[in-house]
């Protein structure tokens, strides 16, 4: 048996399913760092407000999240929180319009 510590490994995980099964898997376990949680529910706040007018620009987006979210979504806000939720295939950018991603076809 050899000692290989200085190996990369890489892990992913997907995320497939119902919407509201994919937010629960999101949501943070009550384990989790807590300081997390304003995040994640800004995160969910935005991702349901893309899927709640289904799809729109940026600026459509930051005028329809609703305004008890921690962060302020301004339109550029918006764009940089969609990105991070494209990354997870959660929304996807189509011409200079954001619309609910692959995952959430399910």
């Known amino acids: 048996m050899t000692d290989d510590a200085g190996d990369d490994v890489t892990v992913s995980m997907e995320l497939s399913g119902?919407?509201?099964d994919v937010i629960a898997k999101l949501k943070p376990?009550?384990?989790s760092d807590p300081s997390l949680v304003p995040l994640v529910t800004d995160m969910e706040a935005l991702l349901?407000?893309?899927?709640?007018?289904?799809?729109?620009t940026?600026?459509?987006i930051a005028d329809a999240v609703p305004a008890d979210t921690t962060a302020?979504?301004?339109p550029e806000a918006v764009?940089?929180?969609?990105?991070l939720l494209?990354?997870?295939?959660l929304v996807v950018l189509e011409g200079n319009?954001?619309?609910?991603?692959?995952?959430?076809d399910g």
């Open 86 to 89: 494209e990354r997870y295939d």
């Open 97 to 104: 319009t954001w619309k609910p991603g692959p995952r959430l």
């Open 18 to 20: 119902q919407y509201d």
């Open 72 to 74: 302020d979504f301004d």
């Open 79 to 83: 764009v940089d929180a969609l990105q």
């Open 29 to 31: 376990a009550e384990s």
């Open 58 to 60: 940026r600026s459509a």
């Open 48 to 56: 349901e407000t893309v899927v709640r007018i289904d799809g729109g």
